[in-house]
């Protein structure tokens, strides 16, 4: 029996000299990435420093993990870890049901125009930037907004929502939902597309009925998708969303709503510790990056979803 031959590899050079289009393409994208995104990474020696402006990096004392140390040591930024944990981790969950169950509500819809119409309707709060819907939000929550003149026609006083301090969560959670939910809804009505419509037939002649179809077809269809975004999700357990927060949020709300993002904005920028807000946020990142890498494994092992 002759040896089957391995295929042969090509050379860095062949390989480069026939997809040299597609490296020319690639190529500002790594330029800018280098540029913008790694080389300031030398930046971080500072959260290892008692840095100061006038010293510069090379010329500040190294103080080792001190920096890190205080993060839980202030009172402030140990409330900005609890507060970031409770307002992603709602944002997630209820990021979660939400689109699932509207997904699931308007595949039940048999009028075309009506479907599509509710589609546009619901997505394009997607677009909207979170400078325009804090406007938005301003205005109908507002002492003078819609919400406490209406409220004045009952006799009840003005209320100051985005001051008050318990209910500055739910509506940072509620206006994410509303803004974003759309987009997750769209991802799971091509999850549903794709099942086979054969299916919905044998469980017709079966007996079942719409719910049983709904449950039992068409959930179990949406699992793969429903397991790959809620993995992938967890990568956002410290993100809890800087725009959003800092356009909403006032000196009232800091107990329930300041973040490890707004916290740092505020220390490093504001009051000028640029070692310590550089240490929150590389300890921000570093726990981020853990929890990305354990979403990829877990989205691989329940669903067969990879990327790299």
Do not use: C
């Not at 546009?120 to 003078?144: E, K, N, Q």
């Not at 017709?204 to 039992?216: K, L, P, S, V, Y």
């Amino acid at each position: 029996m002759g040896k089957t031959k391995k295929p042969h590899r090509k050379s860095w050079k062949q390989e480069a000299a026939h997809n040299w289009p597609l490296y020319v393409l690639v190529a500002p994208a790594v330029i800018l990435a280098v540029v913008f995104s790694y080389i300031p990474m030398g930046g971080l020696v500072m959260a290892f420093q008692n840095y100061k402006p006038w010293l510069g990096i090379s010329g500040s004392e190294f103080i080792g993990w001190d920096n890190f140390k205080q993060i839980f040591m202030f009172k402030e930024s140990y409330q900005a870890i609890i507060n970031t944990v409770i307002i992603a981790v709602s944002k997630m969950v209820f990021g979660l049901i939400v689109p699932v169950v509207m997904a699931l509500l308007l595949n039940e819809v048999q009028h075309v125009g009506l479907k599509k119409g509710i589609q546009t309707l619901v997505y394009l709060p997607h677009f909207l930037s979170w400078v325009t819907v804090a406007g938005m939000l301003r205005d109908i929550l507002g002492l003078d907004g819609i919400v406490n003149s209406f409220l004045q026609n009952f006799g009840i006083d003005p209320i100051f929502f985005l001051g008050e301090a318990g209910m500055f969560r739910p509506i940072v959670v509620i206006s994410d939902l509303w803004k974003g939910f759309g987009f997750g809804m769209i991802v799971y009505l091509a999850a549903i597309s794709n099942i086979d419509q054969n299916l919905y037939e044998a469980a017709e002649m079966d007996g079942a009925n719409r719910w049983q179809q709904t449950i039992h077809i068409t959930l179990t269809g949406m699992m793969p998708m429903i397991i790959v975004m809620a993995t992938l999700s967890l990568g956002n357990v410290l993100n809890a969303g800087f725009d959003q927060i800092f356009n909403l949020y006032s000196p009232l709300t800091y107990s329930t709503g300041d973040i490890i993002d707004t916290y740092v904005y505020r220390q490093s920028l504001v009051n000028g510790q640029y070692s310590f807000g550089t240490a929150v946020g590389l300890f921000k990142s570093g726990v981020g990056l853990a929890l990305t890498a354990v979403a990829y494994r877990l989205a691989y092992k329940f669903a067969g979803y990879r990327i790299f």
